[in-house]
């Protein structure tokens, strides 16, 4: 596939100075200015010469969109005229949307070329009527002009631009100028479809993580990716970071949020990406197999964008891509929980990259934090200490990174906050290291979705045993005591294809702090007495349990360190 340009301007305008710089074209460009459109104007007034400037070319290269401003004496400037030819090209090649806007012409002038609109009007064509080409270039030495340009070959590629460019749909001054150029620029703004979408401020490792995504998009073969991840690790942001960067060069595109949020409106849902693949248009459909199979026909007939977000469900992508083989250059993102994907796609012959997201690092996490911490880079002198420290507890998570950071928030004002501030940040990282399950909800419920979409509850009561008193215990132990019980290796399985935990290379059970943090708390909430609830693993809870005899039914299982529990009490009451 060939790289596509770097996209830097919405629309370029290609207009006669002479005619309209001061008027028209200088009222289009303030309104486009106005709308949000960043558009390229050519402001050089003087005789710009026989050849284009390079700045010119980059910038018709580098835009979404040109407005061709046609007027009386567009075509008796070589200028303009090579402007419309590259335009034109760049049509054919990277779907550049074109908008011919006659001012005060007819398009059947330029159709037929007629009267002066033709380039056959111009004094130099005449000129060659009446001398060869020799004499005639000769002349234009004479007037210090070059001449070159005017070549057979030029002229008829010259001709044919303005009959392709009045041929195309465009749009003639009749009434009001101010209401006709309000219709251009809504017209421009419907074609670009430059609704983008919102991402987080502060945006933190982005440009490195994106590489995989780019390298994805060149390989031909392979039409979907998979980006797998934890809750809150920046999956739904990548997908928009990507998305905002490379939909101009789609036919159509769509962002499909929160799948796993509504997965029993699958009709719904392909409503929503035909509307937004037709481009606005709504379209009937009475069936899910229906609506299956219009979009499979677009996928076949456009080269589009679709983005599904929070997919966990393989009925979902069946519904909105069918189960057939089919060609298409369309390229599809999906973000998961879910790492063993690859048979999702298999159903229909498409190759699919799984791309688990790696979290920040150190360097990365630190800065974000700071970000929402301090409002900049690096952590605010005298807090140093602490925000590596708070870094460090949320393991590179980004939403926690943010919701952390946030409510952690130092001005910069005065120096009484300051160190006030400090305290409430000592306070708040006691609480964090007090393994009370003291989670902040924002985190928590992101967190927690991954663990109330498990499958079976056997799975869910597995990840709560694992949370509370397995990790960095060997997988083989826990396998052998909890298999007849709970299949824990079939178990173990399930979890680690939902990010839920890993395995060591020396076969250790490790589970992010984070979601370990949010299993003990889903324990924590089952009851404030410890004896009620059906996990007890800090020493000291389980040391008065089993002192007092109040153990309950709900007790599933409790673990006791007795070294811990001499420290705490003493060698003398170690009897129970």
């Known amino acids: 596939m060939a790289s596509t340009p770097t996209i830097r301007y919405d629309v370029f305008l290609s207009f006669r100075g002479e005619d309209t710089r001061h008027t028209y074209t200088d009222h289009l460009y303030h309104a486009l200015i106005r709308a949000g459109l960043r558009t390229f104007r050519d402001n050089d007034e003087i005789d710009r010469g026989q050849q284009l400037k390079p700045e010119i070319e980059t910038a018709i290269i580098e835009s979404r969109a040109s407005i061709v401003v046609l007027s009386q004496n567009y075509a008796n400037s070589i200028w303009c005229l090579d402007e419309l030819c590259l335009i034109l090209d760049q049509k054919r090649k990277l779907n550049h949307f074109v908008l011919p806007v006659f001012y005060h012409v007819n398009p059947s002038d330029f159709r037929k070329q007629s009267r002066n609109l033709a380039i056959e009007g111009s004094i130099w064509i005449a000129l060659i009527r009446v001398a060869n080409l020799a004499g005639f270039l000769n002349c234009l030495a004479c007037l210090g002009i070059d001449g070159s340009k005017w070549t057979e070959v030029n002229v008829r590629r010259w001709k044919k631009a303005l009959a392709e460019v009045a041929n195309l749909t465009g749009m003639i001054l009749t009434g009001s100028e101010t209401n006709f150029i309000a219709e251009v620029v809504k017209t421009v703004q419907g074609k670009l479809d430059l609704k983008q979408l919102s991402t987080p401020a502060h945006l933190t490792g982005m440009e490195a993580r994106v590489g995989v995504i780019n390298s994805w998009l060149r390989d031909e073969q392979c039409n979907a990716i998979a980006i797998c991840g934890m809750g809150g690790s920046g999956k739904t942001t990548l997908a928009q970071y990507f998305y905002n960067l490379n939909k101009q060069d789609f036919q159509s595109t769509s962002f499909v949020q929160e799948i796993g949020s509504q997965p029993d409106r699958l009709l719904r849902l392909q409503k929503q990406l035909l509307k937004d693949l037709l481009g606005g248009k709504k379209i009937r459909i009475s069936s899910v197999s229906e609506g299956t199979h219009k979009i499979m026909d677009i996928l076949q007939m456009k080269r589009v964008l679709v983005v599904l977000d929070d997919i966990d469900n393989h009925e979902q992508l069946n519904a909105l891509f069918g189960t057939k083989t089919f060609p298409t250059q369309s390229k599809i993102i999906i973000t998961t929980r879910l790492l063993d994907i690859h048979a999702w796609f298999r159903s229909i012959s498409w190759r699919c990259w799984v791309h688990e997201l790696n979290l920040l690092n150190d360097v990365e996490s630190l800065e974000l934090l700071s970000w929402h911490a301090f409002g900049s880079r690096i952590p605010m002198e005298g807090f140093e200490d602490l925000a590596v420290q708070v870094a460090q507890y949320c393991g590179g998570n980004p939403l926690a990174l943010k919701v952390l950071g946030s409510s952690l928030f130092v001005s910069d004002d005065d120096s009484w906050t300051r160190n006030n501030m400090r305290e409430v940040w000592e306070s708040r990282m006691n609480s964090l290291k007090s393994m009370k399950g003291d989670l902040d909800c ?34 083989n132990v826990m396998e052998m005591i909890l298999e007849d019980e709970l299949y824990a ?76 529990v001499e420290q705490m009490t003493g060698p003398e009451t170690l009897a129970l």
């Open 442 to 475: 924002n985190i928590q419920g992101v967190l927690q979705k991954s663990f109330d979409c498990l499958p079976l509850s056997s799975h869910r009561e597995l990840f709560l045993h694992v949370a509370c008193f397995f990790v960095g215990e060997d997988k």
């Open 489 to 564: 290796k079939s178990g173990i399985l399930t979890l680690t294809h939902r990010c839920l935990l890993t395995i060591s290379a020396d076969d250790k059970l490790m589970m992010h702090q984070l979601l370990q943090e949010m299993g003990k708390r889903i324990v924590c909430e089952e009851s404030k007495d410890p004896a009620k609830r059906s996990r007890v693993w800090r020493d000291a809870e389980s040391y008065h349990v089993l002192r007092k005899g109040n153990g309950s039914d709900t007790i599933q299982a409790l673990a006791l360190d007795m070294r811990n």
